[in-house]
């Protein structure tokens, strides 16, 4: 069980690490290309009616790699939604990697101020479940600092959010919906869907290393 695991982690971290953009961002320039992610990151509590209705997610302060890596998946069509993939067909890698520096920098200070905060522990069941998912082997402890940057800060995540994108890697031949990643369909195919809403709940209800920022205008 312990190889498995440690393969398990290698496989999931070249993955991701395949996928993350690897080019310097320029923050200063990603704030000048983000007109098309403010329509929906940057208004709080905005919510996504496709594959259901929940949150979109909070993506200021979220880690630059992540970022990146998921718009290449957006783009390559190995997440399946048509309205990112719309936007990201638009983005060159260097456009991915200049917004992504940028969103891993705004918002820094409330990312700061909720880490000062103590996370509340798991209830008993809610624990087994977070084991037997092995969740902090790659999203850290709390959560909120990934053993990559190419691995998302999930603490604090809107959980309605969670909960659409945990299931979205359990769909395997839709043309509309999923998410292709072989180690997050095997982790996800584990629980049911009862049991993968206790995990988004939970995790949402800790400080948040991500956040929603409004903004002041939109252009």
């Keep these: 069980m312990k190889i498995a695991l440690t393969l ?15 080019l310097k961002g320029d923050a200063a320039r990603g704030a000048t290309l983000n007109a098309s992610c403010i329509g929906c990151h940057g208004i709080p509590g905005y919510q996504s009616s496709f594959p259901e209705v929940h949150r979109v997610p909070a993506i200021s302060g979220q880690n630059a790699k992540y970022i990146a890596a998921a718009l290449s998946a957006y783009k390559k069509g190995e997440r399946k939604h048509g309205t990112m993939r719309a936007v990201a067909t638009t983005l060159s890698e260097q456009d991915m990697a200049d917004l992504s520096a940028y969103y891993s920098t705004h918002g820094a200070a409330a990312a700061s101020d909720a880490a000062a905060v103590a996370a509340p522990a798991p209830p008993a069941d809610v624990a087994a479940l977070l084991a037997k998912g092995a969740c902090a082997s790659c999203h850290g402890a709390d959560f909120n600092k990934p053993i990559d940057g190419a691995y998302p800060k999930i603490a604090g995540q809107y959980p309605d959010y969670l909960f659409a994108a945990l299931k979205s890697y359990k769909v395997e031949g839709n043309p509309q919906v999923g998410r292709g990643n072989a180690i997050m369909g095997a982790q996800v195919k584990q629980f049911s869907n009862k049991e993968l809403k206790m995990l988004a709940q939970y995790l949402g209800s800790l400080p948040p290393g991500v956040h929603t920022i409004a903004q002041s205008k939109f252009r």
């Design 8 to 22: 398990m982690l290698a496989l999931s971290g070249a993955t991701f690490a395949a996928q993350a953009q690897e």
